[in-house]
């Protein structure tokens, strides 16, 4: 789930150390269990052990946290390459207890053709129903070889 770089060794930095500091072991098991999940127990023991070890290395919270400060350069991406529709087909999948129908209603301003599901989950789709995610994906990539 988590890599070094390429090199084999990562830095530490003060803003990893503090944010180590800061608890990612307490954030990791006091949120993922709860935070956008409508399955609480769907985050294993064994995986919130894993996110605290990604976490808790050097860079760890720093990289999971790059995916937000990215959100203003993607947005602005975003709308420049939707002045082009994609052509081909978009699966839009959410959980209804975190994002609902709205990955479907934003992908509809992106591509001509949109299939769209909402799960009885929150935001781990695949840690939270899992088998549901499988009967959904695996007949719209088969039906679009």
């Keep these: 789930m988590c890599t070094r770089s390429s090199s084999g060794t990562s830095e530490s930095t003060a803003s990893d150390s503090a944010c180590v500091a800061a608890g990612a072991d307490e954030h990791v098991h006091g949120g993922a269990r709860a935070c956008a999940r409508s399955r609480p127990d769907s985050a294993t023991p064994d995986a919130i052990d894993e996110y605290v070890r990604c976490y808790s290395m050097p860079g760890g ?85």
Excluded at 111 to 133: I, K, N, Q, S
């Design 61 to 145: 919270i720093r990289a999971m946290l790059s995916i937000y400060r990215a959100m203003l350069i993607d947005a602005e991406q975003n709308r420049q390459t939707a002045q082009w529709k994609l052509d081909v087909p978009v699966l839009a999948l959410g959980g209804s207890a975190f994002i609902g129908d709205r990955n479907e209603s934003q992908m509809r301003l992106m591509a001509h053709d949109v299939t769209g599901h909402v799960f009885d989950a929150g935001h781990d789709l695949a840690e939270e129903v899992p088998d549901e995610m499988a009967d959904v994906v695996l007949p719209f990539l088969a039906a679009h070889r």
